[in-house]
């Protein structure tokens, strides 16, 4: 998440306050930020919707998927409240979700490529297929990147670490296209 701010500073984007806000689920913004008259609201980890959705919608969500990426830019022209489990109506104003991995070598049921695949098809059906979605992950995998890079509107970078500025680097690269192709 520090990135992803830190990226959207190098755009020009100023914060609104000089506060981070973090919580989980509530839909609350970390922060808040402006460029070129646009409020760009960084939730971290928001509930998409609510729990009965995916009954009264019939959306038939793999059982393993959690429906709580790590990072949603929502890009709006005023200050935003957005209740718990109603992010889904903001589809057209969400450019950009964030899920990062650390492993996706199967080391246990929820590291693996499959569920990975299946959380980022989810968020995207549920958004109507509109954000792009980064998966920065921490160790390199050939494999998982060129899966995930076949999910349209999908860019896996593996080797996003301390360890490898290039990489951290167009990560947020990466992040500002997105943004700067929406504002």
């Known amino acids: 998440m ?12 100023k914060p609104l306050s000089n506060e981070l806000v973090i919580t989980r689920t509530i839909n609350k913004p970390v922060i808040t930020m402006e460029l070129e008259g646009k409020y760009i609201h960084v939730f971290y980890q928001p509930s998409i919707l609510p729990h009965t959705y995916n009954i009264l919608h019939e959306l038939r969500l793999p059982k393993k998927v959690r429906v709580l990426p790590d ?15 109603k992010l889904y109506r ?12 650390f ?8 590291e ?11 968020y995207r059906k549920i958004l109507s297929n509109k954000p792009y979605v980064i998966v920065p992950i921490y160790e390199e995998s050939h494999v998982a990147t060129w899966i995930l890079s076949k999910i349209p ?3 896996p970078i593996d080797r996003v670490n301390p360890r490898n500025e290039t990489r951290v680097r167009e990560f947020m690269e ?6 700067k192709r929406y504002i």
């Open 2 to 13: 520090a990135k992803v701010i830190k990226a959207l500073h190098e755009l020009g984007a």
């Open 71 to 85: 990072v949603v830019l929502l890009i709006s022209g005023k200050e935003e409240f957005i209740e718990w489990g």
């Open 90 to 101: 903001y589809s057209d104003h969400i450019p950009l979700i964030v899920e990062a991995k």
């Open 103 to 110: 492993s996706l070598a199967g080391r246990t049921e929820y």
């Open 112 to 122: 693996t490529i499959d569920v990975a695949k299946a959380q980022v098809e989810t």
């Open 153 to 155: 509107n999908t860019i």
């Open 174 to 179: 990466k992040v500002k296209d997105i943004v």
